[in-house]
């Protein structure tokens, strides 16, 4: 399962909007600069992807069981 979840500026007692200036992308090439120009509306959000231990390879559960059991990832 995927969440998109929106990330907002401030602190916890007082949330604040991020302005599009405050955000800087690196968009490069003829296409990505003509993307910019039209659309100067970014989106800043997480993506967190939820899976089952049983769903990751044998390598990473190998990793994830070293880690303290109080650990949240």
């Not at 992807?49 to 190998?62: A, G, I």
């Amino acid at each position: 399962m995927t969440h998109k979840l929106p990330i907002k500026g401030g602190s916890p007692t007082a949330e604040m909007i991020i302005k599009d200036s405050d955000v800087h992308t690196n968009r490069t090439g003829i296409m990505n600069q003509l993307k910019k120009v039209v659309t100067s509306k970014i989106t800043s959000q997480l993506i967190v992807e939820v899976r089952p231990h049983t769903k990751f390879s044998e390598e990473t559960k190998f990793h994830l069981d070293l880690l303290p059991s109080i650990c949240f990832l």
